[in-house]
Structure formats: structure tokens, C-alpha cells
């Protein structure tokens, strides 16, 4: 079985941008969850989405939404972007909400 | 405040020289400690989940413990491939999400 897939692995984009970074979870997970980790550091957690609504919400500004499609994808978008959003953007999938998470590769996001 | 210190922060071995590496929490309500391995550019690597102080488990050349305050990853004879970033997560009780609140990790080298 596949693992958890994002999409791109790498992106550059320029302050003010905005972007779009996608995720497929494991076959038959249901819950998405999206972390932000910077160099040095552990992931921080973003949102969670289960069923495709939100379940959670970490300490991040509004600029940052989400979203879970009927097949349990699911979508992070970045508005105005800034120079300190630049992180790894990793997304975790699993069964019911309260499991073992699986980690994709991650998106390497460079704002310049 | 919920919160995961991991120490050290880096770990210089020698190839099959043993050691440990510690996790110790403070959260309102422990529903799961996670271990998982990360190397250079890439997502986490799931590797143990512990529930209740006292469990243990083994993978291979690592063993995992958990008390009511922290948790150690024992490294037995390690080999230079077990070189890699690793990092504890807490999943919190009843009502949470599911979120994971992470440390920062432990680098792990092994020489030769």
C-alpha cells in the first residue's frame, strides 16, 4: 500500500504569495492533520480534519485554512505568505482521529 | 501548558556503544507517548506507541519505556544507519483531537 503522498516536495515562492500544498492519506485513513516544522526544531501542529471537518486548530493565524475532499485528501493553503512561513509542511494521516499517525515526506517551502 | 523536552539535544556515538535517550512530559492528560525517527529532508518515521507506564517495546536494536513522567528510547549496539533525528510526541486524553505536541528531538550520529 502507499503511503501517505504531498504534493510538490519542493516549492519557491515570493513574499506576498500565496500557495497550495496537497495531501493523500494512507488507504482507508480518515483523518488528515497538517504540522509546520522549521529547521531545528519538531513539528507544530496546524489543523486536523476528520470526515472532512475541521477537528482542531493549532495556534497559527488566519492566513493558514484548510480543507478534506469526499476521498479524504486534503488541501493546505498559505495566504500572504511571509519570510518565517519557509518550513517543512508536513501532513500525517490516520484510521479514527485518536491513532497512530503516519507522516508523507513532506513540502519544503522557501519564501524569499 | 503542555509541554515535551527531550534530552540531549545531539548524541555522539560510537558504533555499538549503547545509550539512552529521554523524553520527559508535562500534559494534562497522557493518552499516548510516540517515538518516531526522522532523517535529514524527510517526514517522521513511526516507530513505537506507548499507553501506559510500565509498557515496553523493542524494534530491532531499539527498546522503548514509558513512566507516568517520561520516556527513554534505549539505543542497544547501535550501527551508523541508526544516525538520524528522533523525536517524542503526546497525544492528549479524552476531548483532544488527536493533535501530537512534539519535542525537538534528539540527533543521533554513529561513527564507525
Known amino acids: 500500500d502507499a503511503g501517505v503522498t504531498q504534493s510538490p516536495t519542493h516549492l519557491i515562492k515570493t513574499r506576498g504569495q500565496h500557495v497550495t500544498l496537497r495531501c493523500s492519506p494512507i488507504s482507508g485513513h480518515k483523518s488528515v492533520s497538517w504540522y509546520q516544522q522549521v529547521l531545528g526544531q519538531g513539528p507544530q501542529f496546524i489543523f486536523q480534519y476528520y470526515e472532512k471537518e475541521e477537528r482542531g486548530r493549532g495556534n497559527f493565524p488566519d492566513r493558514f485554512s484548510a480543507r478534506q475532499f469526499p476521498n479524504y485528501s486534503s488541501e493546505l493553503n498559505v495566504n500572504a505568505l511571509l519570510l518565517g512561513d519557509s518550513a517543512l509542511y508536513l501532513c500525517?494521516?490516520?484510521?479514527?482521529?485518536?491513532?497512530?499517525?503516519?507522516f508523507g515526506q513532506g513540502t519544503r517551502l522557501t519564501v524569499v | 501548558e503542555d509541554q515535551v523536552t527531550q534530552s540531549p539535544e545531539a548524541l555522539r556515538l560510537q558504533e555499538g556503544e549503547s545509550s539512552s535517550l529521554n523524553c520527559s512530559y508535562t500534559v494534562s492528560g497522557l493518552r499516548g507517548l510516540f517515538w518516531y525517527r526522522q532523517d535529514p529532508g524527510k517526514g517522521p518515521e513511526f516507530l513505537f506507541t506507548?499507553?501506559?507506564a510500565g509498557e515496553e517495546k523493542e524494534k530491532e536494536r531499539l527498546k522503548a519505556t514509558l513512566t507516568k513522567k517520561e520516556s527513554f528510547l534505549h539505543i542497544t549496539a547501535p550501527k551508523p544507519e541508526d544516525s538520524a533525528t528522533y523525536l517524542c510526541?503526546?497525544?492528549?486524553?479524552?476531548?483532544?483531537?488527536?493533535?501530537?505536541?512534539f519535542g525537538q528531538g534528539t540527533t543521533l550520529q554513529v561513527k564507525p
Open positions: 506507548l499507553y501506559s
Open positions: 510526541a503526546v497525544q492528549l486524553g479524552s476531548g483532544n483531537t488527536g493533535k501530537l505536541i
Open positions: 500525517a494521516s490516520s484510521k479514527p482521529m485518536n491513532t497512530e499517525a503516519f
